[in-house]
């Protein structure tokens, strides 16, 4: 299966500051790619689909202007969180895969906003 | 919309027990069905996918089941043991986009 790697693993930033955060696909072309949010002790959900060489799709209720997608090569998509609040705090997983075929998952990176 | 639910939300049996979490989903027109396992503070292992056509697949202890018509499936562990403590997510992709929609999760602990 494909292997996905996320940079960094975990992050602790001050409240107003941006943080940026990578997902590779490492042996695989990743037309699309997925950023999910998870908070503690809940289950994943899709903030939005990254698509390469266009426009992520955002899922009602994310802003896309705090969440920055940017996927400009089939192995890179990245997640900015502009402006970090406390509340941003999460768990953030990306995951790609085939169409409807298996979806392979990053190990996720931990985000603390002080 | 896709509903998927978990039952139990948490499970707690001592070592060597057989198990079967269950899954639900309000939309039977899914293109598979996919188990994954998750450790505290790490990211998603997918243990089992099940296509559409299929009614099970297994791997090691682990069998999951597929019945489309009536939107269950589960996953049966059998001899557990305490490294299979974890959460247990299934999830169905919404549409051929492959985007999913993830249960609650079971939590499993199995003690030794």
């Known amino acids: 299966g494909a292997v996905v790697s996320q940079h960094p693993s975990w992050v602790i930033c001050k409240s107003g500051t941006s943080v940026k955060i990578e997902c590779r696909s490492l042996d695989f072309q990743a037309t699309t790619m997925f950023w999910y949010r998870q908070f503690p002790k809940q289950s994943l959900m899709l903030m939005a689909t990254s698509n390469e060489g266009s426009k992520a799709t955002y899922e009602q209720g994310v802003e896309k202007d705090k969440f920055l997608i940017n996927h400009a090569s089939l192995t890179l998509s990245t997640l900015t969180v502009t402006s970090a609040h406390p509340e941003d705090s999460s768990f953030y997983i990306c995951?790609?895969?085939?169409?409807?075929?298996?979806?392979?998952f990053g190990p996720g990176t931990r985000l603390t906003v002080l | 919309k896709q509903e998927v639910t978990q039952i139990p939300a948490a499970l707690s049996v001592p070592e060597g027990e057989n198990l079967v979490l269950n899954c639900s989903f309000t939309?039977?027109?899914?293109?598979?069905l996919q188990w994954f396992r998750q450790d505290p503070g790490k990211g998603l292992t997918s243990l089992l996918l099940i296509q559409s056509s299929q009614r099970e697949q297994t791997s090691g202890r682990l069998n999951a089941s597929l019945d489309k018509s009536s939107g269950r499936s589960t996953l049966y562990i059998a001899a557990s043991q305490p490294g299979d403590s974890a959460t247990y997510l299934c999830a169905v992709p919404e549409t051929s986009g492959s985007r999913l929609t993830f249960g609650e999760g079971t939590q499993l602990t199995v003690n030794p």
């Open positions: 939309d039977s027109a899914i293109y598979n």
């Open positions: 995951s790609t895969g085939q169409g409807a075929r298996e979806q392979f």
